[in-house]
């Protein structure tokens, strides 16, 4: 029989009460919107319970993977506050970042035609549209903060602890808003008239992220003002952005989108300065590679594109109604971005030969803009460009970045100066400043390190071929819990094939890399392929498992072990911090 729990921060909800309800009973929530402002709660409407069925005979721990119990992992912040509309305008905001104004030239440079880059691009959002139906369906099982590292630790449980360590890597070292400064960087340069050279767009993108980084970190509400959100909102407690501020951030994107795809249209019609709109349609796959690893490295970028889809799983614990919530709005703002998208590379394709396309690198936009309108509006416009880039790299990156770091501080994982100084809000009790600055430096290094011609494409690969990485670890957990643990409630199952198949995709995507490219270098020349972006991203991940050993296993060899113990910050935060104790 199913009792019916309707599960929420109350503090009389305890998963391991000794006393159980009777399974008809319902426990009911308290309303935690009284924990957030008149402002909060008027935009919202008043807040929906969470109704999640929960076999009677389910062992807590089975749904509450890690050390910290679901009440003790949403305790503080502002409660659960996003609704459909904000959760929506977060997916859009998240996946509309600055791959799709820069990357169609570096896949279209890989595959060589425009009918094989068109292909990526529909073949990356049916990979997409499989992810997103595995992470519902484990979203929806365990409806908490953390993705990836929930679902990891909810699978992979011994050793202990290394599962946690491993994506902590990928969280903290391989996250970056380097992207994001190259491309603002390059576009302002545009914009001022001024020559794209290495220095000055190192300096640019270096200027953005610390202006930002010291901005968001020292006045947040000064920043969130100057990201055009009004002075009323409030700052949202370990993070940066009120819910309205991604709404702006989103919708902005989409204006700007709209605006290139129907500018495509335009230029379709044949009423532009553009002579041959159709000329790269005609025998469209002629020159497409024949290169595997060619395939495999664009396939990279297309998903870096489309990688926003899972962004709500990161931030559960402030979704109100988090199960319904998150399967209408992370599809329904996923669907937007995939048909903007598509319809977006229809229009540079329409306006520029691929000649110039594969030339203009980061500024595809701005070539899109100069050959439609001219120069002096090329100017106008791709400023726009650049503020997006900006977005992307002052809000976005880091906000979602920080919630990963500041939930791994939170479960224990051992960093430099403590827990408790990265799972706090100092200076300013308003945003987590110490996060905020390793953040920079991080971007800061991968801005600088390679070369600028090749910074872009290199970055992206880093970044991405983690994830995939830990997407295999995911799906193949997928197809063990169903095997392992049936009974556990799944409010969304999705269907085995596109399961298998996104399993099979992984693969593919982690084994094709290895294989020697068409010209023996791939899209990072000067980068001899002893430097391939795959080898330094397992490189990284094996640094965490090392890092796991320091802490679990070296420590053993001296007589003494470090234990995780529970402790409650002044705000409410409850974190794990290691305790050294000698071995009986």
Same mark, same amino acid.
């Given at each position: 029989?199913?009792? #019916? ?11 391991? *009460? ?133 679902? %990891? ?44 050279? %290495? ?32 002075? &009323? ?12 501020? @991604? ?52 396939? @990279? ?13 990161? +931030? ?38 691929? *000649? ?29 460009? #650049?503020?997006? &880039? ?8 880091? *906000? ?108 593919? @995507? ?52 470090? +234990? ?12 794990? +911090? ?7």
């Amino acid at each position: 029989m199913l009792a #019916a729990l309707r599960i929420f921060r109350s503090p009389s909800f305890s998963p391991r *009460e000794e006393n159980p309800e009777p399974e008809d009973r319902r426990i009911e929530d308290v309303d935690d919107t009284k924990r957030l402002p008149p402002s909060e709660k008027d935009s919202e409407g008043e807040k929906e319970p969470i109704s999640i069925e929960v076999s009677a005979d389910i062992e807590d721990d089975e749904l509450n993977p890690g050390e910290l119990s679901f009440e003790e992992d949403t305790a503080g912040g502002m409660g659960r506050h996003l609704g459909i509309f904000s959760c929506t305008m977060i997916v859009v905001g998240t996946t509309i970042g600055t791959g799709i104004f820069a990357t169609p030239s570096s896949i279209l440079s890989s595959v060589g035609s425009v009918g094989a880059s068109l292909m990526l691009w529909l073949l990356g959002f049916v990979l997409s549209v499989c992810g997103l139906f595995i992470w519902l369906e484990l979203g929806t099982m365990f409806p908490r903060s953390g993705g990836e590292k929930v679902y %990891l630790e909810a699978v992979y449980q011994k050793p202990k602890h290394l599962a946690t360590f491993f994506f902590a890597t990928n969280a903290i070292v391989l996250s970056s808003s380097s992207s994001g400064c190259i491309i603002f960087a390059q576009n302002i340069l545009i914009t001022a008239g001024h020559s794209v050279d %290495l220095w000055t767009t190192r300096g640019i993108a270096i200027a953005a992220i610390v202006f930002t980084i010291l901005l968001h970190g020292l006045v947040p509400r000064v920043g969130v003002w100057l990201m055009n959100v009004s002075t &009323g909102d409030v700052i949202m407690k370990g993070s940066l952005l009120s819910h309205r501020s @991604l709404q702006v951030l989103g919708m902005f994107k989409i204006i700007i989108l709209l605006f290139i795809v129907v500018s495509g249209w335009v230029v379709l019609s044949g009423r532009t300065r553009v002579k041959d709109p159709y000329a790269n349609f005609r025998d469209a796959f002629a020159g497409s590679s024949s290169s595997r690893n060619n395939y495999a490295t664009a396939t @990279l970028k297309v998903l870096y594109t489309y990688s926003g889809w899972s962004t709500l799983n990161y +931030v559960l614990n402030d979704v109100k109604n988090p199960v319904r919530t998150l399967k209408i709005a992370a599809p329904l703002g996923f669907s937007i971005c995939a048909v903007l998208y598509v319809m977006a590379n229809i229009s540079y394709f329409a306006a520029s030969t691929k *000649e110039e396309i594969v030339e203009s690198g980061v500024t595809v936009a701005s070539l899109f803009f100069n050959n439609v309108f001219g120069p002096k509006a090329q100017k106008a416009l791709t400023l726009f460009v #650049a503020l997006s &880039g900006l977005g992307l790299t002052s809000v976005l990156e880091p *906000e979602y970045d920080l919630l990963m770091m500041l939930e791994l501080a939170k479960e224990g994982i051992p960093l430099l100066f403590g827990n408790r100084f990265w799972a706090s809000n100092w200076p300013t009790h308003k945003s987590p400043f110490p996060a905020l600055v390793l953040h920079m430096l991080i971007s800061a290094i991968v801005i600088i390190a390679p070369p600028l011609a090749v910074a872009y494409p290199f970055v992206l690969d880093v970044e991405t071929y983690p994830g995939i990485i830990v997407s295999l670890l995911v799906v193949v957990g997928l197809f063990w819990l169903r095997w392992r643990k049936p009974h556990l409630p799944r409010p969304i199952k999705v269907w085995w094939p596109l399961a298998v198949f996104f399993l099979a995709s992984t693969v593919f @995507l982690l084994v094709m890399p290895f294989l020697p490219p068409e010209n023996g270098v791939g899209d990072t020349p000067p980068f001899p392929i002893t430097c391939k972006y795959c080898l330094v991203s397992i490189g990284v991940l094996a640094g965490g498992v090392l890092y796991w050993a320091i802490w679990h296993v070296v420590p053993r060899w001296f007589g003494y072990e470090y +234990v995780l113990r529970k402790e409650t910050l002044s705000d409410g935060t409850v974190v794990m +911090v290691y305790t050294r104790t000698s071995l009986q």
